[in-house]
């Protein structure tokens, strides 16, 4: 268990709607990753926010949006959803970005599996 | 722009031989190198990391090497097991104002038993 919490473990929805997913970092970190794998694809980088503001941004559809709370832990709002949406979503989570040594390894979620009907 | 490739995308290995994943970053910036097993299905799991200021990291079976010269670094597994089995993926980040990671494409691992 890496302490980084997700939910909901799966959801099933059709096109056109609006999904959340959320994320809840491991305690102490600052930094949330969102990312999309798609079937037997790699890591695709979202979205980052560190202690409440969007840090770096990846390849994120202008219908995916994101946000961190004042308590850390992270929604991904997916609008409009197409077919080629379902995925498996993951956030990770890191201390970082800061100058320490320790503080930019990343841990992974169980994940989010969308299905999109 | 920043690019990690990884090689081979597919290895299949007997049990109790060695593995060997490569992966070569284009930002000499870098200076942090994560490598990830993901099983079916499963969420990505560090099993190993190496910094720029090492060139050679090991732990049990596993060990990473870095030749921060070529700009490549690589994944040793020993005495493979069937458990060994997944795919792995190496990334790299630098001391920046995001540390994000720049992830290769992922090697599927089958250890035949």
């Known amino acids: 268990d890496s302490g980084v919490t997700q939910t909901p473990k799966h959801l099933i929805t059709a096109t056109g709607q609006r999904v959340t997913l959320r994320c809840s970092p491991r305690?102490?970190?600052?930094?949330v990753y969102w990312y999309q794998q798609s079937l037997d694809q790699g890591l695709q980088f979202l979205i980052q926010?560190?202690?409440?503001?969007?840090?770096a941004k990846g390849n994120i559809l202008e219908r995916f949006s994101a946000q961190q709370f004042p308590d850390l832990h992270s929604e991904l709002n997916l609008s409009s959803l197409e077919l080629g949406d379902s995925a498996l979503y993951f956030c990770?989570?890191?201390?970082?970005?800061?100058?320490?040594?320790?503080?930019?390894?990343?841990?992974f979620g169980p994940g989010t599996r969308l299905t999109v009907l | 722009g920043e690019n990690v490739e990884q090689h081979p995308s597919t290895l299949s290995v007997q049990e109790g031989d060695s593995a060997v994943i490569k992966c070569t970053y284009s930002?000499?910036?870098?200076?942090?190198f994560p490598w990830y097993k993901q099983e079916l299905g499963k969420r990505p799991q560090l099993i190993i990391d190496?910094?720029?200021?090492?060139g050679e990291k090991k732990d049990q079976r596993i060990a990473v090497t870095l030749n921060k010269t070529a700009k490549h670094f690589s994944l040793h597994i020993t005495e493979t097991q069937p458990e060994d089995s997944a795919v792995y993926f190496c990334?790299?980040?630098?001391?920046?104002?995001?540390?994000?990671?720049?992830f290769g494409t992922g090697t599927r691992l089958k250890v035949l038993a």
């Open positions: 990770a989570s890191s201390q970082g970005p800061s100058s320490g040594s320790l503080r930019d390894t990343q841990y």
């Open positions: 305690s102490g970190d600052l930094s």
């Open positions: 926010y560190y202690n409440g503001e969007e840090r």
């Open positions: 930002d000499s910036a870098s200076n942090y």
């Open positions: 190496i910094r720029s200021n090492v």
């Open positions: 990334a790299a980040s630098k001391d920046s104002g995001t540390y994000k990671y720049i």
